[in-house]
Antibody, heavy 118, light 110 residues
Framework: QVQLQESGPGLVEPSETLSLTCTVSGGSISSYDWNWIRQPAGKGLEWIGRIYNSGRSTNYNPSLKSRVTMSMDTSKNQFSLKLNSVTAADTAVFFC???????????WGQGTLVTVSS | QSALTQPASVSGSPGQSITISCTGTSSDVGGYNSVSWYQRHPGKAPKLMIYDVSNRPSGVSNRFSGSKSGNTASLTISGLQAEDEADYYCSSYISSSTVVFGGGTKLTVL
């Protein structure tokens, strides 16, 4: 059974960089694509981006592309998200998820709340 | 990319059927057979319920079904049960290998 677990600071100061890591167990991240998705309180889900092809390829949400970087460490079976220049509007629960065919997400982490505040 | 349009809320009584719509454009819902649906209970991770418009993953009840007509996709839940009360989100592939979600629908079982 594939399992995903997000980790990282729960509090980030405005204008700083938000950094999260997703650790995958029960399967190799060298296959499939690996995604970050977020949900601000009281709002809907927002796809942030995906990384695949053993970390050689990425696709990002155009609205966030200028601030997002994703990377992958296949030796640790982990992938990561960096979102720079954060503001309070970036406060959200962040999920990592396994993607299939650039289309749907079949395994999700439990999510981690990141608050942007000084 | 604009979020797909879903009704904010729907409700139904146990045993009834309900349908949640997800409206997009010819650039997303109408252009690809890549609509999926997710169920999210408060504080829990989203769960895939339907993929590629009408396919159910293993383990998902056959009370859940999906369809699409033009730019609108639909999720139907038949034989409504108390445990179905949750938020539901649709998503669609759009161009350049990106994905867009709907705003979500809160299902209340009366």
């Amino acid at each position: 059974q594939v399992q995903l677990q997000e980790s990282g600071p729960g509090l980030v100061e405005p204008s700083e960089t938000l950094s999260l890591t997703c650790t995958v167990s029960g399967g190799s991240i060298s296959s499939y694509d690996w995604n970050w998705i977020r949900q601000p309180a009281g709002k809907g889900l927002e796809w942030i981006g995906r990384i695949y092809n053993s970390g050689r390829s990425t696709n990002y949400n155009p609205s966030l592309k200028s601030r997002v970087t994703m990377s992958m460490d296949t030796s640790k079976n982990q992938f990561s998200l960096k979102l720079n220049s954060v503001t309070a509007a970036d406060t959200a629960v962040f999920f990592c998820a396994r993607g299939r065919g650039s289309s749907y997400f079949d395994y999700w982490g439990q999510g981690t709340l990141v608050t942007v505040s000084s | 990319q604009s979020a797909l349009t879903q009704p904010a809320s729907v409700s139904g009584s146990p045993g009834q059927s309900i349908t949640i719509s997800c409206t997009g454009t010819s650039s997303d819902v109408g252009g690809y057979n890549s609509v999926s649906w997710y169920q999210r209970h408060p504080g829990k991770a989203p769960k895939l319920m339907i993929y590629d418009v009408s396919n159910r993953p293993s383990g998902v009840s056959n009370r859940f079904s999906g369809s699409k007509s033009g730019n609108t996709a639909s999720l139907t839940i038949s034989g409504l049960q108390a445990e179905d009360e949750a938020d539901y989100y649709c998503s669609s592939y759009i161009s350049s290998s990106t994905v867009v979600f709907g705003g979500g629908t809160k299902l209340t079982v009366l």
